[in-house]
T-cell receptor, first 109, second 116 residues
Framework: DAKTTQPTSMDCAEGRAANLPCNHS???????VYWYRQIHSQGPQYIIH???NNETNEMASLIITEDRKSSTLILPHATLRDTAVYYC??????????FGTGTRLKVLA | DVKVTQSSRYLVKRTGEKVFLECVQD?????MFWYRQDPGLGLRLIYF???????EKGDIPEGYSVSREKKERFSLILESASTNQTSMYLC???????????????FGDGTRLSIL
C-alpha cells in the first residue's frame, strides 16, 4: 500500500473551512484514498473515501488531484468538535489499515 | 448508521489472566478486525475474520487468539496476559470488498486495557 505524508498539525478558526492536505505520490491505479479522524479516547471515525473523482458527503469534501498524487480533505465550516487527529490512508481492497501519525487539527474559538 | 460496540471501555487485568474482549456489529458485515493502537506505533492488525469461523493472522498475532462463532460477534482472547499487552484495542467491521469497490472499515470506541 502507498505511503502518505501529512502535516503534523494545523489550526483553523471556528466557522472557517479546514483544508487538510495529504501527499500520496506512489499511489497505484486501484488504490482508494480514505480519510478518518480520531477524537481523543475514541475509535477512528470514517469520514470519506474516493478513487479519482471528487467526493462530498454530509461531513466533508474530498478533492483528489488529476494525477492522484495528492488530495485535500475539506471541512466546510469547522466547529470545536472537529478538533481531532485526521488520518489519510490509501488502500486497495486489502484488509490491513495502516494509520500514520496524521494531522492534529485544532479548531480555535 | 453502522454501530460497532466493544464490551468495555476500560479494563484492568493481572499478568497471567486469560482476557476476553468482545465486539459486536449490527450491520451484517462479513469482515471483522482486531487492532491495537500504541503511541508512536500507530494501528497494528492483530487478526481479522472474513466469515463465520474463519480467521486470518495480522501482523502481530502472537499471544492472541480470536473466535467468530456468529457473524455479528468477534472476540479477541489474550491467552495469558502480559504487561506488554497493555494497549488500546480497537475492533472494526466492513462489508466484503468487491472487485470494483472498496468498503470502509467502521471502528468501535476501543477498549483501553491495562495489565498489571
Amino acid at each position: 500500500d502507498a505511503k502518505t505524508t501529512q502535516p503534523t498539525s494545523m489550526d483553523c478558526a471556528e466557522g472557517r473551512a479546514a483544508n487538510l492536505p495529504c501527499n500520496h505520490s506512489t499511489i497505484s491505479g486501484n488504490e482508494y484514498v480514505y480519510w478518518y479522524r480520531q477524537i481523543h479516547s475514541q475509535g477512528p471515525q470514517y469520514i470519506i473515501h474516493g478513487l479519482k473523482n471528487n467526493e462530498t458527503n454530509e461531513m466533508a469534501s474530498l478533492i483528489i488531484t488529476e494525477d492522484r498524487k495528492s488530495s485535500t480533505l475539506i471541512l466546510p465550516h469547522a466547529t470545536l468538535r472537529d478538533t481531532a487527529v485526521y488520518y489519510c490512508i490509501v488502500i486497495a481492497g486489502t484488509y490491513k489499515y495502516i494509520f500514520g501519525t496524521g494531522t492534529r487539527l485544532k479548531v480555535l474559538a | 448508521d453502522v454501530k460497532v460496540t466493544q464490551s468495555s471501555r476500560y479494563l484492568v487485568k493481572r499478568t497471567g489472566e486469560k482476557v476476553f474482549l468482545e465486539c459486536v456489529q449490527d450491520m451484517d458485515h462479513e469482515n471483522m478486525f482486531w487492532y491495537r493502537q500504541d503511541p508512536g506505533l500507530g494501528l497494528r492488525l492483530i487478526y481479522f475474520s472474513y466469515d463465520v469461523k474463519m480467521k486470518e493472522k495480522g501482523d502481530i498475532p502472537e499471544g492472541y487468539s480470536v473466535s467468530r462463532e456468529k457473524k455479528e460477534r468477534f472476540s479477541l482472547i489474550l491467552e495469558s496476559a502480559s504487561t506488554n499487552q497493555t494497549s488500546m484495542y480497537l475492533c472494526a467491521s466492513s462489508l466484503r470488498v468487491g472487485a470494483d469497490s472498496n468498503q470502509p472499515q467502521h471502528f468501535g470506541d476501543g477498549t483501553r486495557l491495562s495489565i498489571l
